[in-house]
């Protein structure tokens, strides 16, 4: 079992930054694909970045540039860091953990085994 607990969401305006931690606890001992997601008001919860056991990232199109994935495994912590807010980035955003090393079809939030209760983003213009 793992447990994950997001902080760092909170209100901004457009342009400015967060960083989003996502602290991990349980059987950590086990390198996983761990992922961060966002689901909006009324949409589909959506992939938005993950970083593999080996340190491989990947990241939607929507975010290349703006948002940075990283992970303190010393610390079993989870980063997301964005920059350049958007109204469009306003969502609930949750990390997750797949029981893999290589993250693969990392946006396929189906695949993952563990979640967050998520930390709120929100974005005015």
Same mark, same amino acid.
């Given at each position: 079992?793992?447990q994950l607990v997001? %902080?760092?969401?909170?209100?901004?305006?457009?342009?400015? %930054?967060?960083?989003?931690?996502?602290?991990? %606890?349980? @059987?950590?001992?086990?390198?996983?694909?761990?992922?961060?997601?966002?689901?909006?008001?009324?949409?589909?919860?959506?992939?938005?970045?993950?970083?593999?056991?080996?340190?491989? +990232?990947?990241?939607?199109?929507?975010?290349?540039?703006?948002?940075t994935i990283s !992970?303190?495994?010393? !610390? @079993? +912590?989870?980063?997301?860091?964005? @920059?350049?807010?958007?109204?469009e980035d306003t969502?609930?955003?949750?990390?997750?953990? !797949?029981?893999?090393? %290589?993250?693969? +079809?990392?946006?396929?939030?189906?695949?993952?085994?563990?979640?967050?209760?998520?930390?709120?983003? +929100?974005?005015?213009?």
């Amino acid at each position: 079992q793992v447990q994950l607990v997001e %902080s760092g969401g909170g209100s901004v305006q457009a342009g400015g %930054s967060l960083r989003l931690s996502c602290a991990a %606890s349980g @059987n950590t001992y086990r390198s996983y694909c761990m992922g961060w997601f966002r689901q909006a008001a009324g949409k589909e919860r959506e992939g938005v970045a993950a970083i593999g056991g080996g340190g491989r +990232t990947s990241y939607a199109d929507s975010v290349k540039g703006r948002f940075t994935i990283s !992970k303190d495994s010393a !610390k @079993n +912590t989870l980063y997301l860091q964005i @920059n350049s807010l958007k109204p469009e980035d306003t969502a609930m955003y949750y990390c997750a953990a !797949k029981l893999a090393w %290589s993250c693969g +079809t990392w946006n396929l939030k189906y695949e993952y085994n563990y979640w967050g209760q998520g930390t709120q983003v +929100t974005v005015s213009s």
